[in-house]
């Protein structure tokens, strides 16, 4: 049988369903999650059609506690005789699992009042738009990359969008879903040929389409910063200052995010594992979250343990204030939750952020590259090696050369290096900061990087 994709209740109804097979099957506690996604993708090449993809489909994920034992298991099939094999197959799992005295739902009185999340703009009351309609779009962002001197072909143009519903149900008591719908357009775009072939792109995604930029914005970004890459070489080596562009910055601080991550605190395995307390940012700078945030990407209601989530300073002033923990991290710290539990539907709840935002500077870009003097300018990034105890640094890199607080020619195949305690310590950001990330993070200069080039 078919099942009635918008039937509102249906998502609660098999959640809780999951939660009353887990209990009859032998589960201390258990949760569940019911996910229903649709999907649809149209991707344009020089004027035409080159692919389209649609997904839809209702899955379904479930989690019992026995004794201080876990298991999480899956199943797209969501049949009653489905959801009561599942049931007795997680159980039989948890039970050879190794015991964790920390593991459990929140107490009835930890759960949140807010059960959805209407109030927050997190879907679009407003049909599927067409696959014509993206096709559209495409073709539009597409052309208008093509209309730029120098960009000899566009390797991909894309429209998207999606819709994603999802409903948490507990033993506990908790049941509560929300919505959440994304509007997305991408083009990528190429200069030159054969061995002096460069490429950049320009992408946004929004909640709601009115938000989107326009295809003819997009291509014209893609173009542009593409025909300003014609022409990269190897930079020098040396220790030079570098900013991190807007489209990169976030990566930097997503290093500090996951540093203070209450997985790595409670294994020891991170570099800022004694620093609660002490500067980790400049003075005046602030790292906040907030999961309430209308119509931002990764707002929330309630986290995947259905505590209600909140905003708080990660950083106040440049002093680290606190871990972000779930239940489990914050029982092994001694600490209470930070509601910053997130989960998928076949494994257990772990710590993660929502809605990140960084204090932006006084000044802009251009200024902070004439401050640099002489230095680098990154704008993309490839491959890693940081270690996550002791904050060194190594990532590949591309951009622009700075002389004279002037870009002078852009630059591909570097590699720079550093170590994230110190580098964050010498942080000035500027003032560029785009809205509508899930981080939101301005260009950001460091000091004394090591630049491996040429």
């Known amino acids: 049988m078919t099942p009635d994709l918008d039937q509102p209740d249906r998502l609660k109804r098999l959640a809780e369903a999951l939660v009353e097979a887990a209990r009859r099957a032998g589960a201390d506690q258990a949760d569940a999650l019911a996910v229903d996604g649709r999907s649809v993708s149209i991707d344009v090449r020089a004027g035409g059609l080159e692919q389209a993809e649609r997904a839809e489909g209702i899955e379904i994920g479930l989690r019992v506690l026995i004794g201080g034992r876990q298991a999480a298991v899956s199943s797209s099939d969501h049949g ?10 997680a159980v039989a799992m948890a039970r050879e699992a190794p015991v964790d005295d920390t593991l459990g739902l929140a ?3 930890q759960l949140s009042v807010l059960r959805d999340g209407r109030s927050l703009e997190m879907a679009e009351d407003a049909p ?7 096709q ?9 990359a093509l209309s730029v001197g120098g960009i000899s072909q566009v390797e991909s143009a894309n429209a998207g969008y999606g819709r994603r519903r999802v409903w948490l149900a507990a033993s506990n008591g908790f049941t509560g ?7 997305a357009l991408s083009v990528v775009a190429i200069t030159g040929e054969g061995l002096k072939m460069e490429r950049d792109y320009a992408g946004e995604s929004r909640v709601f389409a009115a938000d989107l930029p326009s295809p003819e914005e997009i291509g014209q970004l893609a173009a542009e910063r593409t025909v300003a890459r014609a022409g990269a070489r190897k930079p020098p080596t040396g220790a030079f200052p570098i900013l991190y562009d807007g489209r990169v910055s976030s990566s930097l601080i997503g290093h500090l995010l996951a540093a203070v991550n209450g997985s790595a605190i409670a294994r020891g395995a991170s570099w800022l594992r004694r620093d609660l307390g002490e500067p980790v940012l400049p003075v005046g700078m602030d790292l906040t979250e907030d999961p309430l945030r209308p119509r931002y990407p990764l707002s929330r209601p309630f986290d995947a343990e259905g505590l209600m989530t909140r905003a708080r300073k990660i950083v106040a002033d440049g002093v680290l204030q606190g871990w972000t923990l779930d239940l489990a991290t914050a029982r092994k710290l001694g600490l209470d939750s930070t509601a910053s539990a997130a989960r998928g539907l076949a494994s257990a709840p772990s710590p993660s952020h929502s809605n990140v935002m960084l204090t932006p500077g006084h000044h802009s870009q251009q200024d902070l590259i004439a401050q640099m003097g002489r230095g680098l300018v990154v704008t993309s990034m490839l491959g890693a090696s940081v270690n996550g105890t002791t904050g060194d640094y190594s990532r590949g890199a591309a951009g622009f050369w700075v002389e004279n607080g002037q870009i002078v020619y852009p630059v591909n195949e570097c590699t720079i290096a550093g170590n994230l305690r110190e580098m964050l310590m010498t942080l000035t950001a500027a003032d560029d900061a785009l ?6 993070v301005p260009s950001l200069l460091v000091q004394g990087m090591t630049v491996a080039g040429a």
């Open 128 to 134: 599927e738009p067409e696959p014509a309609h993206l």
């Open 107 to 109: 107490d009835p009185s």
């Open 177 to 183: 879903g929300y919505e959440r719908t994304t509007h």
């Open 435 to 440: 809205p509508w990330r899930g981080t939101e």
């Open 80 to 89: 009653a005789d489905a959801i009561a094999r599942m049931a007795d197959r």
């Open 136 to 144: 559209e779009m495409a073709l539009r962002a597409e052309a208008q």
